[in-house]
């Protein structure tokens, strides 16, 4: 059985990871172990260098607080261009794997806010009544009517990070 630390407590991102894990290497043959763990950059990331630099860090700091894992996998959700999306990073002792998710294109709005200083969460909580969107549906779930959620897009990007690590031609 995998070991997996997930480098977050956010139920939206550890149903991501786990359904992604029990697709690629089969049902009950993983155990996550959530931790909350720094990113060292800000709340909302702006632009995707900070947010993939979120995510690695993310994952470093979950090294070190289990490293005895056989994969610690971060999720960091950042704006660029207008739009929200995350960057999914993923290691082994030996490997990396990294995949940025879909964008969602945001209403002027609510970029406003955020390009004031304010995170992509707190924001949409405000303007839906929605507490703690974030660990829910997310702004996603929200601007696609419940066709997407914030899990279900992160579920992609987590299957993307996964491909170096059950794919021979990337050894």
């Known amino acids: 059985m995998h070991q997996v630390v997930s480098a977050t407590?956010?139920?939206?991102?550890?149903?991501?990871?786990?359904?992604?894990?029990?697709?690629?290497?089969?049902?009950g043959s993983c155990h996550i172990e959530s931790v909350n763990v720094e990113s060292g950059v800000p709340e909302q990331p702006i632009g995707s260098e900070e947010t993939r630099a979120g995510a690695r860090n993310r994952v470093?700091?979950?090294?070190?607080?289990?490293?005895?894992?056989d994969f610690w996998v971060a999720i960091e959700a950042g704006i660029d261009e207008g739009s929200t999306f995350s960057w999914v990073v993923i290691e082994s002792a030996h490997q990396r794997g990294e995949a940025r998710s879909a964008t969602l294109p945001l209403p002027a709005i609510i970029l406003d806010k955020v390009r004031?200083?304010?995170?992509?969460?707190p924001v949409m909580s405000k303007y839906t009544g929605i507490d703690e969107i974030g660990r829910k549906e997310g702004a996603i779930g929200v601007f696609t009517a419940g066709a997407l959620t914030r899990s279900?897009?992160?579920?992609q990007a987590v299957i993307l990070a996964l491909s170096p690590f059950h794919n021979a031609i990337y050894r």
């Open 152 to 155: 279900s897009v992160y579920h």
């Open 60 to 69: 470093a700091n979950a090294r070190q607080a289990y490293p005895q894992a």
């Open 9 to 27: 407590t956010n139920p939206a991102k550890i149903q991501a990871i786990l359904r992604a894990f029990a697709e690629i290497f089969g049902e």
């Open 116 to 121: 004031e200083g304010e995170a992509l969460g």
